[in-house]
């Protein structure tokens, strides 16, 4: 099947007491068992699982083409559940370029859990055949990253880390599965946020774990963090995601024909420093994301001439454009990503990140011209 018939119909077996169309939203916290504990459902207890996360997992697993997926209360979870699987004095190989509380996990939270990393630049694989180390277990990808936008070639990552026995895991919370397939590409572990395109209209929170098929005894050891610590995803929360999938691939078509069509309009404008799109020839990443993606994306990030004051300045003057982080909803959104991360940021000063949302992208670009023209 293809994936825009799978975004459709995954999760959504009709309920056989009602034969209703939309999936039913199980609320109940726990389930008959029998006197000795037995499951003749299979559910026990709402933050073992659920039947609504179920469906959005069932989903999920169908269209990353893995074997199977957990679903989680952020996409932070998901990536916390995962780190925890981890045997301890694992090493943590991470990009350069990183959604930043990923960072800010390693840095205050690895030594506690037994952990070590570094960081490389993943855009070489040279740098990252160096970084490797033999106690590296994961190797942690992010493509396009947040906010530089900077592209990893995943299947020469992925063929590194298995020469060395290091799993890779992808987030793939910008390109979404529509645009990039990375478990095709070699990945053993899709991340999503669902925060984001999945659920797809800044009203629910979750993530994902989507693990090739060759990895059901890892998804187990995931489960068993997730029940144990508790990240696990609500069942509103699932179906909200569940029915942000039925119009994802729709949406990623126009958020990455917008997306290519401002970051054109914006290469050489005279208040603009740098474009960062992956989807711009003759850039850094172009020639791997034209490879593995099918098309480049809804975000893209702006580096304005004169520093942080004229970003910030132009973030101000935007009328269209709402001032929020986050991404991934209807909505176009803009923000100063550097002020969002605080002290410890990486990002430069002038970098403001941009979420393309549906709008005509007219009416975006209109926007934008106005806000740059008296920077
Ligand atoms: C690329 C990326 N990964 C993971 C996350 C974390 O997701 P959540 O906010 O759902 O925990 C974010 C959030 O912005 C993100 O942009």
Redesign the pocket.
Known sequence: MKLETLLVHAGAERDETTGSIAPPLHLSTTFEHGPAGERPHGLIYIRDGNPTEARLERALAAIEGGGSARAFA??????AALLQTLPPESHVLFPEDL?F??RVMAGQHFARWGLTHSFVNMQDPRAVRAALRPSTRLVWT?TP??PLMQVTDLAAIASLARESGALVVC?N??ATPVLQRPLDLGADVV??????YLGGHSDV???ALVFAARHGELASRAHAARTVLGGVASPFNSWLVLRGLRTLSLRMERHASSALRLARALTGHAAIEAVHYPGLEGTAGYEVAHRQMKAFGGMLSIRVKGGRERAVAVASRLRLFVNA???GGTESLIEHRASSEGPATTTPQNLLRISVGLEHPDDLLADLDQALAVS
């Not at 952020?74 to 990536?79: H, K, N």
């Not at 991340?191 to 984001?196: A, C, E, N, R």
């Open positions: 952020s996409g932070v979870a998901a990536g959604y509380v990923f992010e990253s947040n987030d919370t910008f991340l999503h946020s669902t925060t984001k929170q979750g993530g982080t986050s991404l």
